[in-house]
C-alpha cells in the first residue's frame, strides 16, 4: 500500500470518532437556542423555508460526493483560527443574549471543524454548502419591523401608479390605497417580506446548482427589487378584482391570500430567467443536456464559438458549406448542405 493510502486508512478512525464527539458536544451547545429557532419556523410564515434548509444544504453537500472521495483527508491546524473565532462569537453572543449572533457562529464553528479535523480539501468543498446554514437564523422581529416598512411604502407606491396606468382612479397616501370609497391598508404581512428571505435562499441554492460564476452570483443583489416588483403586480391585482368583482371578492382568503404564492412564484421565476440570463451555463443547456461545446443552440463543433452555424470551407470548392448543428445531432450526419 502507498504511504499517502496507509497514512489515510490511519486517520479515517480517528477522525470518525472525532467527528462523533464533535457533533455532540456542538450538539449540546446549540440545543437550547434550536428549539428557540424552531418554534419561529414553525409559527411564523416568514421563516417556513427554514424547515427545508438542512435537507437541501445536506442534498448539496452529496452533489459533491465524488469530489469529496477524492478529496485528501489531511487534518491541518490552519483551520483552528476559525474554530476560535466562532466559539469566541457563540461564548460572547451567550453573555449578552443575543440568538442572531449564537446561530451565527455555527457555520462558523461547523467550518472550522471541517478544516482542522479534514483538511483544506473538504473545508474548500464544503465552504458554500455551509454558508447556506446562515438562512437557519430567525432575524429579530423589530430588525423585520424596521424593513417591512420601506417595502410597504414602495409596493404601495408602485401598485398605485401601475393601477393609475390602468386607468383605475387609486388615491395613495402612504400605505393606504383608496377605491372607490375603499381604503386598502399595505400591512407588513403583504409588504413582501415574507417571500425576501425565502428568495434568498431559493436563489442562492439556484446559482449553486447551475454553476453560476461569481458574476452571476451578484444576482442575489437583485432581489429586493425583484420581490419589490412581484409584489407590485400582487397589489395591483388585487385592486383589479375590486373594480371588477367588488372588494369583498378582492379580500377572499382565495384571491387576498393566495396571492402570497403567486408573489413567491412569479418573484422566483424572474430571478430564475435573470440568474438564467446572466450565467455562463444556461439552464436550459442543462435541463437537456447539452454540453457546452459540443451541441445546443449557440454551442459550436470542435470547440469553435460560431454558434449554431458551423462554416466548412472545403478545398474542393469556393463557396463555404455550411451545416446545422443541433442538440444531439453531428454535422455530417446532416443531410442538408447549403452551398
Same mark, same amino acid.
Given at each position: 500500500m502507498p504511504e499517502n493510502e496507509r497514512r489515510t486508512a490511519n486517520l479515517v478512525g480517528p477522525a470518525i470518532v472525532g467527528g462523533l464527539v464533535a457533533a455532540t458536544i456542538v450538539g449540546a451547545m446549540y440545543r437550547d437556542v434550536a428549539a428557540y429557532f424552531w418554534q419561529r419556523w414553525i409559527t411564523e410564515d416568514t421563516y417556513h423555508h427554514c424547515l427545508f434548509v438542512p435537507v437541501v444544504v445536506g442534498w448539496l453537500i452529496w452533489r459533491r460526493r465524488s469530489d469529496l472521495q477524492e478529496a485528501e483527508l489531511n487534518p491541518s491546524w490552519a483551520g483552528l483560527p476559525l474554530l476560535v473565532v466562532g466559539a469566541l462569537l457563540y461564548v460572547v453572543a451567550m453573555r449578552v443574549g443575543v440568538r442572531v449572533a449564537i446561530g451565527l457562529s455555527f457555520p462558523i464553528i461547523i467550518g472550522g471543524l471541517v478544516w482542522t479535523g479534514l483538511g483544506g480539501g473538504y473545508a474548500r468543498l464544503l465552504a458554500y454548502p455551509l454558508g447556506l446554514l446562515v438562512f437557519l437564523i430567525p432575524v429579530p422581529k423589530h430588525i423585520l419591523g424596521h424593513a417591512g416598512m420601506p417595502l410597504q411604502v414602495l409596493s404601495a407606491g408602485g401598485a398605485a401608479k401601475v393601477a393609475h396606468a390602468l386607468g383605475l382612479p387609486v388615491i395613495h397616501d402612504g400605505i393606504n390605497l383608496t377605491l372607490n370609497g375603499h381604503t386598502y391598508v399595505i400591512a407588513e404581512a403583504c409588504s413582501g417580506l415574507n417571500s425576501l428571505l425565502a428568495l434568498l435562499f431559493a436563489a442562492a441554492v439556484l446559482v449553486e446548482i447551475m454553476s453560476v460564476r461569481w458574476t452571476g452570483r451578484l444576482v442575489l443583489l437583485a432581489i429586493p427589487a425583484i420581490v419589490l416588483a412581484a409584489n407590485t403586480i400582487r397589489l395591483t391585482s388585487v385592486l383589479l378584482f375590486a373594480e371588477f368583482a367588488g372588494p369583498d371578492f378582492a379580500m377572499d382568503s382565495l384571491v387576498h391570500g393566495g396571492s402570497d404564492i403567486i408573489v413567491y412564484l412569479a418573484a422566483l421565476a424572474l430571478t430564475w430567467g435573470l440568474i438564467d440570463l446572466v450565467s455562463a451555463?444556461? #439552464? #436550459? $443547456?442543462? $435541463?437537456?443536456? +447539452? =454540453? =457546452?461545446?459540443?451541441?445546443?443552440?449557440? $454551442? /459550436?463543433? /470542435?470547440?469553435? @464559438? =460560431?454558434?449554431? +452555424?458551423? @462554416?466548412?470551407?472545403?478545398? =474542393?470548392g469556393p463557396a463555404p458549406r455550411r451545416d446545422f448543428v443541433g442538440p444531439g445531432v453531428e454535422a455530417g450526419d446532416l443531410q442538408s448542405v447549403y452551398k
Open positions: 451555463q444556461r #439552464l #436550459l $443547456a442543462i $435541463a437537456f443536456g +447539452w =454540453d =457546452d461545446h459540443t451541441s445546443g443552440p449557440g $454551442a /459550436s463543433v /470542435s470547440g469553435e @464559438e =460560431d454558434g449554431p +452555424w458551423r @462554416e466548412d470551407h472545403s478545398p =474542393d
